[in-house]
């Protein structure tokens, strides 16, 4: 791990999807959130990483990366998700790598990257986050 969780998030974990998918942030800078899953155990029937798991990795280290930005007490909901298949994962981890594309007040975009263990791109996401900042 580059950056550590910050003290000031209140959970023990991410949440019970990410629990249930494997997911494992790695990396918590606020301009560069790093998570990992494993394809094994998130496989559509044909034994390919399924999109939905993908789009769920999406949304958490996106949804992350807007709690860090709206800070202790802020909250946040996502509002819009986009993502485009690149290529089949079938096997190892798959890395999404979160970058800012605009933190506002109220919205907050990002971009979302994911590869597989060779780093060729598996998917392409971009997910829109409401902010409550803390009153």
């Known amino acids: 791990m580059t950056t550590a969780r910050p003290d000031w998030l209140?959970?023990?974990?991410?949440g019970p999807l990410d629990d249930?998918?494997?997911?494992q942030i790695t990396d918590y800078t606020p301009d560069r959130l790093v998570a990992t899953m494993p394809v094994a155990g998130n496989e559509q029937p044909f034994g390919l990483?399924?999109?939905?798991a993908t789009c769920a990795l999406a949304e958490s280290i996106g949804s992350w990366a807007a709690v860090l930005h709206a800070g202790p007490g802020g909250t946040v909901v996502g509002i819009e998700l986009n993502a485009s298949y690149l290529?089949?994962?079938?096997?190892?981890?798959?890395?999404a790598?979160?970058?800012?594309?605009?933190r506002g007040r109220t919205?907050?975009?990002?971009?979302?990257?994911?590869s597989d263990e060779a780093g060729r791109?598996?998917?392409s996401a971009r997910l829109t986050c409401l902010i409550r900042p803390a009153r």
């Open 10 to 14: 209140p959970f023990d974990t991410q």
């Open 49 to 52: 990483l399924h999109g939905g």
């Open 121 to 123: 791109p598996t998917a």
């Open 87 to 95: 290529r089949a994962a079938t096997s190892g981890l798959v890395t």
């Open 107 to 114: 919205l907050a975009t990002f971009l979302i990257a994911v």
């Open 97 to 102: 790598v979160c970058t800012p594309v605009r």
């Open 20 to 23: 249930k998918l494997g997911i």
